[in-house]
């Protein structure tokens, strides 16, 4: 890594995205910067070209810069070699805080051929990159993980066939009927797959809010009468509220219900469908904004080709452990299994902590003031809560020191 003189970190201003969902008062509270009044759903930290943040020179001198920008004028500077051979002259991460105080929709990231293919199909047939019905904003697969900072509620992953069956035992009318008698059928994947198909075809079938009502009226039922899946019946009566009409609620008992509890993970592959239900989190994935949504949503739904880009082998989503060792001896660091991101969490209590600066690195306060001190010329810098700071591959190894926490995004 050089240590020339022209080296610097960069203040970063970051994009809030105002999504429905969003909680008015978490990301504020988090990053202690006033409440725009407005639901602010995910502050994105990184270089995606449809919502970069804006660089600027920590020592001034300088307009500010979109990150994807500043990255492609000097790629070997800002990545590094190792990154720049593996990913090209992109970021290959996307760092966000999210917080959610409804359900998200029902969705599923693709594959990387999957990802490609569609990208190159939607740009041929020349819709528009921020046409509300694209599917697909870019070429890349986008694996994600997510770490709560407070108690953090998801659906992810698809439970075994035969639990299904057995959670939906008593529950009366066509709906259920209709995952009924496609896993008893074939108590596989392919049984799995026919069960969500045939339920979310019901969106646009005659008589549909006639059958919703009946199948929330089974559910209330149960829930009345100490249902021994009380979880998973107020799960799905709770989604029904949020969002009337929509069939997607009653998807809810094919997924796994997760709960994190703060510092907790969870891992999302490609093609696990998930919905992330209500919390605080600060959530890292590959730098792609791909969704492929089914359901639980105000925008854009394509369920075909949510079902084309879905596993339907029945799983536990991951929940990468905690390491503490490597590089980042003295922090908490997820590794999950994807080239493209790793995150670490830092506590620092008044001594300083080595922090290796290989590749790009995102850091964001979310509690206290940070002192940065580094081995070369660059000098020495002071952060507070809320703020966030890229540091570039040809910035030298420093140190972390102060009180406070600090999490920092970095390619494995």
Not at 319 to 324: D, G, N
Not at 332 to 349: G, I, K, Q, Y
Not at 367 to 383: M, R
């Amino acid at each position: 890594m050089s240590t020339s003189n022209t080296a610097t970190v960069y203040r970063l201003s970051n994009p809030i995205q105002h999504y429905d969902w969003g909680s008015h008062t978490d990301i504020p509270g988090l990053l202690g910067t006033p409440s725009s009044g407005q639901p602010e759903a995910e502050l994105w930290l990184g270089a995606h070209p449809s919502a970069p943040s804006l660089a600027t020179p920590w020592e001034g001198g300088a307009e500010p810069i979109p990150l994807d920008q500043l990255i492609q004028q000097q790629p070997v500077a800002m990545l590094g070699e190792r990154v720049l051979d593996e990913f090209g002259p992109r970021l290959p991460y996307l760092l966000k805080v999210l917080a959610a105080d409804r359900a998200l929709s029902l969705q599923v990231h693709p594959a990387a051929h999957l990802a490609r293919a569609g990208f190159n199909r939607e740009n041929r047939e020349q819709i528009p990159i921020d046409a509300p019905h694209r599917n697909f904003r870019d070429a890349n697969h986008k694996p994600e993980m997510i770490v709560a900072v407070t108690e953090f509620h998801a659906l992810a992953g698809l439970r075994a066939p035969r639990v299904v069956l057995r959670m939906l035992d008593g529950l009366n009318g066509s709906l259920f009927d209709l995952i009924r008698s496609a896993i008893t059928e074939n108590p596989n994947p392919k049984g799995l797959r026919k069960a969500l198909t045939d339920l979310l075809a019901q969106r646009d079938a005659p008589g549909l809010a006639g059958s919703l009502i009946e199948a929330i009226s089974a559910i209330q039922a149960r829930i009345s009468a100490g249902s021994q899946y009380q979880v998973a019946d107020q799960t799905a009566f709770d989604l029904a509220m949020q969002y009337p009409g929509d069939v997607g609620a009653l998807s809810s008992y094919l997924l796994n219900r997760v709960t994190l509890l703060p510092g907790e993970a969870l891992f999302m592959d490609d093609g696990e469908v998930h919905a992330y239900l209500k919390g605080l989190g600060i959530e890292i994935m590959a730098n792609s904004d791909n969704v492929l949504r089914a359901g639980l949503t105000t925008k854009h739904v394509d369920v075909p080709a949510l079902i084309e880009c879905m596993s339907f082998h029945p799983k536990m989503p991951m929940r990468p452990e905690q390491h503490l060792s490597g590089s980042y001896s003295q922090g908490v660091s997820f590794r999950p299994p994807s080239n493209e991101f790793a995150l670490t969490m830092f506590d620092l209590h008044g001594e300083p902590i080595p922090l290796s600066v290989d590749g790009p690195k995102v850091l964001l306060v979310l509690e206290g003031t940070i002192e940065l001190e580094f081995d070369g010329p660059t000098p020495g810098i002071k952060i507070e809560r809320g703020d966030s700071i890229f540091i570039p591959d040809e910035v030298s190894s420093g140190r972390l020191n102060g009180i406070g926490q600090v999490t920092a995004a970095w390619v494995p």
